[in-house]
């Protein structure tokens, strides 16, 4: 047994109709996909991965790159996306945090992280975005033919790094139980069957493209139109031969500024799901009034893949990301004790579920700080649960900004801005915008005499952190607002700054 390549990957193997259709008009069956995994699975094993051990990758989204999650499914190696945007800097840390058998890397960034790969005894294989590079060529001379490796429900089958409030990115480390539990009752929920084919423009190394999309449509032997990336001309071209599709919310405000978006170009699809940021009740309103239809709203996390869901037929309300998923048990507790709230009231979001993650890897003591000691999982969300069950995330009590979809802790960011010669300190925060819902704002503070330039500060965050995190602004105050205890003021910064993207 090997509870998610037997329901992944074991189907596709007699299926040969298109599972992925690509921009181009390109199709790859269920077979291909199948035997392409069964050569890498091969080309991994060559390569002296056994079962557990951990295969990263940095690379393109393609079929090939699929593939390759499939591969690690079958050999039992523990899949490790990363984000294509994390520079050199950041892959020195998950290549020594998580250390690797294998990295898969985009040929073009051999050069640069040879030497990081060589100082981890990390063996690095490359792949390219038309499926090419030495992964490929050893593949290639492996039969397709593999053995699947057993696995059981309670192994980890996936590492996604997912940074902290304080400090260093946590390897959350989900099982086969939590993510096969997790796609099935999400298939359940929103009727996915194998009629369906999503448009699927999402990456692929977070869980909203790997985990949602991918692994529902591999679950019930779905086609995906598989785009590289959220491309609007690709995206509006796509819309007419699929059946659903998945976004986070800057892919909807997009859309809505494109007057090609019209009921007669979606009135086909049956079902739009948003998730990773709040979607703004304007947003919903606005795509209902255009297209008809509502789009359903889902919330979850890194660590939880997803925990709860507007309803497939029910209201599906605006500004609520609905109920529990089944199996899912969620609380709105007292932020101190994680005493249960009377519904209406507001507090910290707590999970408990076959969803709910195994730890952190290697971090026992910062696993147990997220649990209570009754099992609940602490999201660090802020929540309300109306009378009739229906949840809205309020607010965070987590310093976090989340940039069209994307996760930016303002702490690495403070670290990184804070080591520069000159600055004394500087604050990070995520202000309104219309194309990304928050934006990254730093307020820097120089030392007496110094100078520096909001040009300095890009300079010295350029090679260091990837692009999403950087601030698309930087303004310097002469003191940061403190309240009396000596803290910083974020909710000061973020009121006097809310207008700068969006007047
Ligand atoms: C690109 N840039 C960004 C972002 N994306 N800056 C801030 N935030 C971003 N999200 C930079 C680019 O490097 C570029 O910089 C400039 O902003 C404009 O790029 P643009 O071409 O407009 O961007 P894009 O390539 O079209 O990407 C925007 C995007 C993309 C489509 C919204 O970020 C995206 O696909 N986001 C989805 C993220 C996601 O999958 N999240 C799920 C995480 P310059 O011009 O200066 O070079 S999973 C999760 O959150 C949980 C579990 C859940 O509930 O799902
Ligand atoms: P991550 O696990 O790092 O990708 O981000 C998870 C965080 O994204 C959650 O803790 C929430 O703060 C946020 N999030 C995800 N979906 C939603 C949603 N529908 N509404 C509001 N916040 C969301």
């Known amino acids: 047994m090997n509870p998610l390549a037997d329901a992944l990957a074991a189907p596709l193997e007699h299926r040969d109709d298109a599972i992925l259709i690509l921009p181009d008009g390109r199709e790859v069956t269920g077979r291909a996909l199948h035997d392409l995994s069964g050569q890498m699975a091969n080309a991994l094993v060559r390569a002296g991965v056994v079962p557990g051990d951990r295969v990263a990758m940095q690379t393109e989204k393609s079929p090939d790159a699929l593939a390759l999650y499939l591969a690690c499914l079958r050999a039992g190696a523990l899949f490790l996306p990363l984000n294509t945007a994390y520079t050199p800097a950041e892959l020195d840390y998950f290549l020594g945090d998580a250390e690797p058998r294998v990295a898969v890397v985009d040929p073009k960034a051999h050069g640069a992280l040879a030497p990081i790969a060589d100082d981890k005894g990390t063996h690095l294989l490359t792949l390219d ?73 999402l990456p692929i190394f977070h869980a909203h493209g790997l985990f949602v999309a991918a692994n529902i449509m591999l679950r019930v032997g779905g086609r995906m139109v598989f785009l590289p990336r959220f491309d609007q001309e690709q995206v509006i071209a796509a819309l007419r031969n699929v059946t659903t599709m998945m976004g986070v919310p800057t892919f909807y405000t997009r859309l ?39 789009i359903l709203e889902r919330y979850g996390m890194t660590e939880t893949s997803m925990n709860t869901s507007n309803p497939y037929d029910g209201e599906r309300r605006a500004g609520s990301v609905g109920f529990p998923l089944p199996g899912v048990t969620a609380r709105v507790a007292d932020a101190d004790t994680g005493v249960a709230l009377p519904d209406g009231e507001t507090g910290i979001l707590e999970i408990k579920g076959p969803n709910v993650f195994k730890g952190y890897w290697r971090m026992p003591e910062k696993t147990a700080e997220e649990f209570r000691d009754d099992g609940f999982f602490i999201t ?15 607010g965070r009590a987590k ?41 990254v704002l730093a307020v820097v503070v120089s030392e007496p005499g110094a100078s520096i330039s909001a040009g300095d500060v890009a300079a010295a965050l350029a090679g260091r952190l990837a692009k999403f995190k ?7 105050l002469s003191e940061l607002p403190r309240n009396t205890m000596g803290k910083v003021q974020k909710n000061v910064l973020r009121d006097q700054f809310k207008g700068t993207f969006s007047g």
């Open 470 to 476: 950087q601030p698309k602004l930087v303004e310097f």
């Open 256 to 294: 809505l500024g494109d007057e090609r978006l019209t009921r007669d170009l979606v009135g086909h699809i049956r079902l739009f799901v948003s998730g990773s940021a709040p979607l703004l009740a304007e947003t919903h309103r606005e795509f209902e009034t255009r297209t008809g239809h509502r």
């Open 380 to 394: 660090g969300d802020m929540a309300r649960r109306d009378a009739d069950g229906y949840i809205s995330i309020v």
């Open 399 to 439: 310093d976090l900004v989340i940039s069209g979809g994307y996760n930016v802790y303002p702490k690495e960011v403070e670290t990184e801005i804070d080591e520069m010669p000159g600055v004394l300190e500087s604050a990070v925060i995520g202000v309104p915008h219309p194309d990304f819902g928050e934006a």
């Open 129 to 201: 975005a038309q499926g090419a590079g030495s992964l490929a060529n050893a593949a290639a001379k492996e039969p397709t033919e593999f053995k699947t490796a057993p696995r059981d429900a309670d192994d980890v089958s996936v590492i996604l790094y997912t940074s902290g409030t304080t400090g260093r990115a946590k390897g959350a480390m989900l099982t086969h139980g939590n993510l096969l539990s997790n796609a099935e009752a999400l298939a359940e929920c929103w009727r996915f069957t194998s009629d369906d084919t999503l448009l699927h423009a």
